[in-house]
Structure formats: C-alpha cells, structure tokens
C-alpha cells in the first residue's frame, strides 16, 4: 500500500527558532499534499494544501509567512515553522492522496511530527 | 459548507460486547466517508471508506459501517469488541473526489476487559 513518511518525528526548539518538517510520498507521486495540525486530544484541523509547482493554499485564520509551505516534487513536501513559539507546539501530520488513476484518490496519512518549544 | 459531527467524545465498552462509535455528516451532492483510527503519538490508519455501492461497508480488523443517507449517519460498528480497539476514531468526510477531507472532532474509544 501507499506509504507516507515525515520526517523527524519529534523535534524540541527554542523559541524564536525555525523548524523544517518533511512529507515525502514513498511509491507514489502526490501532486497535492496537505498539512494538519492536532492538538492533544483533538481532531485535526487542515491548516494549508500543498500543491506541486504553485502555492500553497492556505485556510482562513492561518498565518502563511508563519507557516511556509514549500512542495519542492512529486514526492517531497516541507512545512517551515519559522519563528516558532510555544503556543505553535503541536502533532503535525501531513497526507498525500494518490491522484493515479480513476481511483477514489484516497489520502494516506503520515506517522505525525512532534514539535515542541521551549 | 461541509461537516462532520460525533456527538460522544468517548465510549466505553466491555471487551467482547459490540461497539457503535457515531457519526454524521453534512455535505452537498453524494458524500465520500471515511473512519480513521489514532494510536497515541502515531497518524491516523485508515479502517474503512464509503464511495457508492452496498450501504453496510467492511473494513479493517473487523469493523465494519453502514451509510444512512436520510439520516445523514456513517455508525461505524464491530460485533465484539476487543481491548487492542482502545483508541481515538475519526470520522471524515469529503465532498468529492479531490475535495478537502474534514475531521469530526474524534471520538475515544475505551475497551475494558
């Protein structure tokens, strides 16, 4: 089956610091990709769609200069979270629907990053 | 707008007796529905999906859940609950092939044994 990879799986910054998250689709191409935030105990909230080759497309209320999105191939999606601080401590977690074929372009979830900040 | 609601934010179940984790749904035109299922600090696995077709839909490790268009519900349901279910279920629902996939807020399932 379809595999999506993030890489790390927890990171621990310092306030004021900037941290890169990976999203890669490991034997598939995802020309969309999307980014959610979760907070502990609740439901995930999309924060931005990551499109190959344009921009992000980011949902109402999210900070876009503070989230930077870059979807570099078919395979890789990055999330920067520049600047962070200890209110954007959070699980993030990355999908990539495989958009092959006449499928139900189904999404497939990454294992989830940890950020924290101190 | 698109929506999904489950009304329990946990349920409780004797391993062995079944379970219903609620659902329902708002969504313009035919719905795409989906139940994930969370282990604590890890993404979501997906259990099972409803497209088009036969109304009861079966999916992963024995769970299984039927579409009720008049009532706007997706129930996803297992015959005998096992301890191993204990964990966080998510409804989601998309209004389209390609459209955005939206979370109802996640019900804890809790197995006792």
């Known amino acids: 089956g379809a595999v999506v990879s993030q890489h790390p799986s927890r990171v621990i910054c310092k306030s004021g610091t900037s941290v890169k998250i990976e999203c890669r689709s490991l034997?598939?191409?995802?020309?969309?990709m999307f980014w959610y935030r979760q907070f502990p105990k609740q439901s995930l909230m999309l924060m931005a769609t990551s499109n190959e080759g344009s921009k992000a497309t980011y949902e109402q209320g999210v900070e876009k200069d503070k989230f930077l999105i870059n979807h570099a191939s078919l395979t890789l999606s990055t999330l920067t979270v520049t600047s962070a601080h200890p209110e954007d401590s959070s699980f993030y977690i990355c999908?990539?629907?495989?958009?092959?074929?006449?499928?139900?372009?189904?999404?497939?979830f990454g294992p989830g990053t940890r950020l924290t900040v101190t | 707008a698109q929506s999904v609601a489950q009304p329990e934010d946990q349920v409780n179940v004797a391993e062995g007796n079944p379970l219903t984790v609620k659902c329902t749904y708002s969504v313009s035109g035919n719905p795409y529905l989906f139940w994930y299922v969370q282990y604590p600090n890890r993404g979501l696995q997906f259990l099972l999906k409803?497209?088009?077709?036969?109304?009861l839909v079966k999916g992963s490790y024995g769970f299984e859940a039927e579409f009720n268009k008049s009532q706007t519900s997706f129930h996803l349901k297992k015959p005998s609950a096992l301890v191993s279910d204990s964990a966080l279920y998510f409804c989601?629902?998309?209004?389209?092939?390609?459209?955005?996939?939206?979370f109802g807020q996640g019900t804890t399932l809790q197995v006792k044994p």
């Open positions: 999908s990539a629907p495989d958009s092959t074929g006449t499928g139900t372009y189904e999404q497939y």
């Open positions: 989601a629902v998309r209004a389209s092939r390609q459209g955005k996939l939206i």
């Open positions: 409803y497209i088009t077709g036969d109304n």
């Open positions: 034997d598939f191409q995802a020309t969309t």
